[in-house]
């Protein structure tokens, strides 16, 4: 697997970040996807959006193909997703999302995830090993201080060193200690499917 | 009807930037409509969402609704509009929509309206006087340059100086010649609704 190689960080790395909206947790349905193209940590580039079965098994493939039918992924360097898991436990593989859309992936988290509590939940659902497996390929979690005074983040990287994502994330986390494409995926994504608007 | 009032124009302003998604033309049914909250031109603070009908007369209280329901609205400053049409030829009633939301209207286009060509088009639909009545309502048209060395777009202003419109304009154009809660809410609209998404 060999993602698009990352020779400079440059200030106006264009980058995806993705995040999911509302959904109702353990029900049967669809949820959306939002994805933010950001030019560095500045400038609004696009919007896409996909969307994906509540606990289901489709997330890396909705993404890949919401990326790759994009306008925007010729000029792509990064996707940054909010965690591994979306719509509840629909599982994105970085290894898989990184394999099709040649990109590499670094999966932010406010929280260092606590992986005992979901391989437990994962036990009620069908599919768990195939799950739990995804889970752990997303690599090992790495914790970064992209703002000085502020809170740590924390990080799993596929398909770029380390040092290349630090880099990265402090670029673009120019508001708050998050990378700016991802806390305006959040924003878009549950601004447009808050339950009261539904 | 009286807008909140507008002592000084700072630098951090909220505004809220209003556009709409894609839709077939002369049919029925709904379109979405996408609000955009920044802080000045630089940090977008909220997203929030209606639908109206396609050449209905709903968007004036939709959207109205939309703004004073939204956990923004005891922030916000201005409603900037793109246009005063929507969904077709779904009139916004600025004095209307200033009267609900106590906040002054600016709607920006690029290019100048051709007055001619709205009336004629509105032949064909149903209440052609009452949307007439509403696009002659939205003040005469202002030709702003928001950045120097760049095209001009146009204002129709209500309830505020224009001034202070001009001002709020030109500080919230920090990307392109359009301010950037409206730029952005293109971006989104268009993102959300392309007709191959859906």
Not at 18 to 34: H, N, Q, S
Not at 85 to 93: K, S
Request: charged share 30%.
């Amino acid at each position: 697997m060999k993602a698009r190689k990352i020779d400079s960080v440059k200030s106006e790395i264009r980058v995806v970040g993705v995040d999911d909206g509302f959904f109702i947790p353990r029900t049967r349905g669809l949820c959306d996807v939002i994805g933010v193209v950001f030019r560095g940590g500045h400038w609004l580039d696009g919007v896409m959006r996909t969307r994906i079965e509540i606990d289901g098994l489709d997330a890396t493939e909705k993404i890949a193909d919401m990326i790759t039918c994009s306008p925007h992924y010729g000029q792509l360097r990064v996707i940054m997703l909010d965690g591994v898991t979306f719509a509840g436990f629909n599982v994105v593989d970085t290894d898989k999302l990184l394999e099709i859309t040649s990109l590499p992936v670094i999966a932010v988290t406010r929280k260092q995830p606590d992986f005992k509590d979901i391989r437990k939940a994962l036990e009620n659902l069908p599919c768990a090993e195939k799950r739990w497996k995804a889970i752990r390929n997303a690599a090992r979690i790495v914790k970064v201080f992209p703002r000085s005074g502020e809170e740590a983040i924390f990080m799993q990287v596929t398909g770029v060193e380390i040092d290349v994502a630090e880099k990265i994330v402090r670029q673009t986390a120019t508001r708050s200690n998050v990378p700016e494409a991802l806390r305006v995926a959040h924003l878009i994504a549950s601004g447009l499917t808050s339950p009261l608007q539904e």
